[in-house]
């Protein structure tokens, strides 16, 4: 199975700061890598598909980066709504899996 | 207006099953490939299985549900099902249909959940 390890696992930031996330597979995904942001009682939600693709609607603060087997998340200037835990996931293989999460804290 | 809604959870004894079943709107729904993914209280997500576009189509599942979990689809009704039998403890969670897209998950349910406890 591919592991993705996520870091770091919690982040608090401030309102317009750059944030990066970062997500490592245990080997090569072929770049079949997702981002989702889950808000506490909703469904995940996809900002970013193929490492760097951003999902219609998202707005263009989020942005993807990375190949192989790492790869980053981020959020140029931090917005109160960007609250949440945000995953990786990967389906270059089966099982698909996800990181564990990043808790992102808007101070 | 792409709409997916779980329904069919509650609470189960270890060892119950519980069919899980998901409708949509919005697509058509013979394009996709489908999922269910899970969440169990305060933990992160876990995918559970994978049904190919076809009525009978290919399977894929996680592991730990091989065997006890078996993933249906009814193109005609737009339906996705989940039936879970011999089910654990650890079984507890928000599952959440999903439409594949390429290799990831674009469009969710709202979720609903399933307990496994006596």
Same mark, same amino acid.
């Given at each position: 199975?591919?592991?993705?390890?996520?870091?770091?696992?919690?982040?608090?930031?401030?309102? @317009?700061?750059?944030? %990066?996330? =970062?997500?490592?597979?245990? $080997?090569?995904?072929?770049?079949?890598?997702?981002?989702? &942001? /889950?808000?506490?009682?909703?469904?995940?939600?996809?900002?970013?598909?193929?490492?760097?693709?951003?999902?219609?609607?998202?707005?263009?603060?989020?942005?993807?980066?990375?190949? @192989?087997?790492?790869? %980053?998340? =981020?959020?140029?200037?931090? $917005?109160?709504?960007?609250?949440?835990?945000?995953?990786? &996931? /990967?389906?270059?293989?089966?099982?698909?899996?996800?990181?564990?999460?990043?808790?992102?804290?808007?101070? | 207006?792409?709409?997916?809604?779980?329904?069919?959870?509650?609470?189960?004894?270890?060892?119950?099953?519980?069919?899980?079943?998901?409708?949509?709107?919005?697509?058509?729904?013979?394009?996709?490939?489908?999922?269910?993914?899970?969440?169990?209280?305060?933990?992160?997500?876990?995918?559970?299985?994978?049904?190919?576009?076809?009525?009978?189509?290919?399977?894929?599942?996680?592991?730990?549900?091989?065997?006890?979990?078996?993933?249906?689809?009814?193109?005609?009704?737009?339906?996705?099902?989940?039936?879970?039998?011999?089910?654990?403890?650890?079984?507890?969670?928000?599952?959440?249909?999903?439409?594949?897209?390429?290799?990831?998950?674009?469009?969710?349910?709202?979720?609903?959940?399933?307990?496994?406890?006596?």
């Amino acid at each position: 199975d591919i592991q993705l390890t996520q870091s770091p696992s919690f982040l608090s930031a401030f309102v @317009g700061d750059r944030v %990066t996330i =970062t997500c490592r597979a245990s $080997q090569g995904v072929n770049n079949y890598l997702a981002w989702y &942001q /889950q808000n506490p009682g909703r469904a995940p939600k996809l900002l970013i598909y193929g490492a760097s693709t951003l999902q219609r609607g998202v707005p263009s603060r989020f942005s993807g980066s990375g190949s @192989g087997t790492e790869f %980053t998340l =981020t959020i140029s200037s931090l $917005q109160p709504e960007d609250f949440g835990t945000y995953y990786c &996931q /990967q389906l270059s293989s089966y099982p698909a899996t996800f990181g564990q999460g990043t808790k992102v804290e808007v101070k | 207006e792409v709409q997916l809604v779980e329904s069919g959870g509650g609470l189960v004894q270890p060892g119950g099953s519980l069919r899980l079943s998901c409708v949509w709107s919005g697509f058509m729904f013979d394009d996709h490939w489908m999922a269910w993914v899970r969440q169990a209280p305060g933990k992160g997500l876990e995918w559970v299985a994978n049904i190919n576009k076809q009525d009978e189509g290919e399977q894929f599942y996680v592991d730990s549900v091989r065997g006890r979990f078996t993933i249906s689809r009814d193109n005609a009704k737009n339906s996705l099902s989940l039936q879970m039998n011999s089910l654990r403890a650890e079984d507890t969670a928000v599952y959440f249909c999903a439409r594949i897209y390429l290799r990831h998950f674009d469009y969710w349910g709202q979720g609903i959940l399933v307990t496994v406890s006596s």
